[in-house]
Every structure is written in C-alpha cells, then in structure tokens.
C-alpha cells in the first residue's frame, strides 16, 4: 500500500493529517532534515566570519547561496538526504555530503575550495541537539502558543459574559455554596494563562561542544581560538537558544524535560476543563448547537454528544504519556551517551501534535456552546440548604449557641429543605427582630461571594 491518509499507521497522520498541517513544517521527517542543514549553514557562516587561517568572511552572495540551501529547501532536497543516507547509513553524515554536492554544483570557488569546513570539528549531536530545541521552540511559538492562547481568549470572553449568572457548585460531587458560571470558567484561563506565561520564557537548551563536549577538535587545530565564546555566541546570538555548558556528547535534556512539564500541565488543565464542560453539559447548563446533517447516535436520532470535549480529553491524555516518558527518559544516557534519545527525540513532535489536536477539538467544543439559564436556575433553587452556611455564620457572628449543628439537623439528608423551611427556622430562632430580617433576606442567587467581582 502507498501511504497516504487512509493507509497511515498514526492517526496524526492519517485521519487528522489535514488538521495537523501547520505542524508539519517544524516536526516531520522533512522539518528535521532541513532545520539540520539550517545549523550546518549558518555554522559554516560564523565559522568563516571567524578569519582563522584559511577562512575569511565570506560574500554577500556567498551567504545568500548557503542560506537558499535551507530557505529553498525542496521535498526533492529532503528526498535526496535519503538517497545519500541510504549508502552512508547516518542521518547527520548525509546531512554534510548533500551540503558539499550543493556547493560543488554553486560555482561559488572559495566555498568549492574550503568545503572541508562543512561540520568541522563537529559530531552529530551538536547538530541534533541544536536543530531539535530550535524546531521545538519555533513550533511551539508559531502553532502551539497562538492556539492555546486563543482558548484562553475563548475562555476570558465567556468569564466575562457569563460573571452574573448564578449558578450551584458543587464540591465532592454535592450541592455546595453557590458560585457563578463566569468565575467558574475564570478559574480555568487563569489557570491557563499562568502556564503559557511560563512556557513562553522557558530557554530552549542546546548543547554545543565536540564529540564529548569539550570542543577537543576544534581547539587542536586552533589552540589559541576562543572556541568556548564563539560556541556561545553561534548559539545564543544566532539560533537564540541557551547553550548548556558543561555536557557530555548530548545535552542533559534537563531543559528540555522542564518544557515538556510545562505541556504536561497545560494539558491537565485542559482535561480538567473538558471534564467539566462535559458534566455541565450532562446537567444541561450548556446546550450545544447543531450542525445540520450531523449525527450524535448512529442509533439514537435525539442525541447531540459532547464529542468535541471527549476528542479534547483523550489527545490531551496521549500527549501527556508521551510527554511524561519523554521527560523521563531523555535526562538518562549511559556515560557519555547512548542512542536512546536519537529514536526517542523524534517522537516529540507527537507530543506536542495530540495536544495541538486536542486544542483544536476543545476550541471548536467552546464554540457550540449555548448557555442555558433556566436549567442552571432550576437546579439553584432546589437547593435552598446551601443557605445553611451563610445562616449558622451570621449566627456564628452573633455569639448564637451550636448554630453549625441545628443547621447540621435542618439540612443535612434532607431533601425538602425550600425557603419556606428556612423562614419558620429562622422564625424559631431567639435572635433579634432585625437578623431574622437579615436572614430572610437570603436567597442562593445573591450568595455568590466576591464572583462577581473579578
């Protein structure tokens, strides 16, 4: 079978692969093939601009030529890095020879002459362990964080129009002192804001350093060359990414485990809120609108699912265990390394695709929501013993004797607690004329707090 949509053995590229799209630019098989070669030109570029014999800085044009190799790169480039690995039988190595074969074909003679500078002094690692944080971090600043982003925004839209509708919590799965629906959905872009604000000022670590990180090639060849500060420079001024110093062969990946909490998290939240849509949905505060044509139930024709919640949930779940073993895994290698991380690192990209599908799904859930006021009244005012808080408090705040416990016999397993209940208790109570009044002014619509004030 060709591959294609149908015949794809993930699903992230199969059944969601339209959906997915936009991340195939920053962590496919492709993606990684041109983001390496990125690295390996724009090494090649700072290693010229050095002037260590027999290098010089190099041309404008010269430069523009290295740069098209990744800025123009083709299917038909990434297919060819294949082709040579196919014979070489490592990735990086194909890397470096199709770089060569471009710039014997430029007709570019300094770069013709001095192409042995292509991976000088390098092991693959330091191209893997710069091309993978920087495909991460551009991936998630132009896909991951505009989305997550615009559900926050979805989020602070429906806190504040639904901030005055009262509506009963519940805590332990039972009636509980009443809350609003807007705060309650505040709770959820709060909660997600504050991780997006720390993921976005994560560094993104990369090692640079030689084959066992000590920079032994280069500064064998060059002894008196400021290797460590060029080192710096190449990948914090041009990649923009923190280089980690010491390391071994590979980067700790004690950096990049921090991130991929930090998505852990987002994604709990997010399941969190699906989770909770879901009841709501099931209580029938929220309706749903429909799409004319769709079906719920393939046998029952009244159905409308919350399937955009339930997608939301399992991918965001799919993220996280592959996030979870990666953080896990990564930050271990034996001595100076292992290959572990080689096979594991092209997984990331799965990661961090359920959980952009899953944003996905959760954004378009968020949009069918239709909020239904009556029902949240109803359920409200069938609930007058919530009330029994507020009451044994001002009695509290009285000095009244035991008021937690004959509010505790009113109240607690008894289903006809209604305002009228309340009122003879209240009328009962040997309390002043003007607390009866107070208390007989209570009603779980007002008993909402400071929700409101957000």
């Not at 060059?222 to 923190?242: C, I, M, N, R």
Request: proline letters at 4%; hydrophobic letters at 40%; charged letters at 25%.
């Amino acid at each position: 079978m060709e591959l294609n949509s149908l015949t794809a053995i993930s699903p992230l590229d199969g059944r969601y692969r339209a959906k997915l799209a936009p991340l195939g630019h920053f962590f496919s098989e492709y993606a990684l093939i041109r983001y390496r070669i990125r690295i390996e030109v724009e090494y090649l570029i700072d290693l010229f601009d050095q002037g260590v014999k027999p290098l010089s800085p190099l041309s404008d044009a010269e430069r523009a030529f290295l740069r098209s190799l990744y800025e123009e790169f083709s299917e038909a480039d990434a297919a060819r890095v294949k082709e040579i690995e196919r014979t070489t039988n490592h990735d990086v190595k194909a890397i470096e020879y199709i770089i060569k074969e471009k710039i014997d074909a430029s007709g570019h003679d300094k770069l013709i002459q001095l192409k042995e500078f292509v991976h000088f002094g390098l092991t693959s690692q330091d191209i893997n362990n710069t091309a993978t944080p920087l495909m991460m971090k551009e991936g998630i600043e132009e896909q991951y964080l505009p989305r997550i982003r615009e559900i926050i925004a979805e989020l602070d839209t429906f806190a504040a129009e639904w901030l005055n509708i009262p509506m009963l919590a519940r805590t332990h799965g039972q009636p509980a002192s009443p809350t609003t629906l807007g705060k309650e959905i505040a709770v959820f872009a709060a909660r997600l804001r504050r991780q997006v604000n720390e993921l976005a000022e994560l560094p993104y670590p990369a090692k640079f350093g030689g084959a066992t990180g000590n920079l032994n090639a280069h500064y064998i060849a060059y002894p008196t060359h400021d290797w460590q500060g060029f080192a710096k420079s190449f990948v914090e001024g041009t990649l923009g990414l923190e280089r980690t110093y010491p390391t071994t062969q590979i980067e700790h990946y004690d950096g990049l485990a921090r991130i991929f909490d930090c998505l852990k998290r987002i994604n709990s939240i997010l399941i969190d809120l699906c989770q909770d849509v879901w009841i709501y949905i099931s209580q029938e505060y929220f309706r749903q609108k429909v799409k004319a044509g769709e079906v719920g139930s393939s046998a029952m024709p009244h159905k409308v699912n919350p399937i955009d919640f339930e997608n939301g949930e399992g991918n965001c779940g799919l993220s996280t265990a592959l996030l979870e073993f990666l953080s896990r895994k990564l930050p271990v290698s034996r001595l100076q390394r292992d290959l572990t991380d080689s096979t594991i690192l092209r997984n990331v990209g799965a990661a961090v695709g359920y959980a952009y599908l899953a944003q996905g799904s959760i954004l378009k859930g968020l949009g069918k929501l239709l909020v239904n006021e009556n029902a949240i009244a109803r359920d409200l005012n069938a609930n007058w013993a919530v009330l029994a808080e507020a009451i044994q408090t001002i009695l509290r705040r009285e000095g009244f004797a035991n008021p937690y416990e004959m509010l505790r016999d009113l109240t607690r397993g008894n289903a006809s607690v209604t305002a009228e209940s309340l009122a003879a208790f209240v009328d009962n109570l040997e309390v002043s004329d003007a607390i009866k009044a107070e208390l007989k002014a209570l009603s779980p619509q007002q008993y909402v707090g400071s929700a409101t004030q957000l």
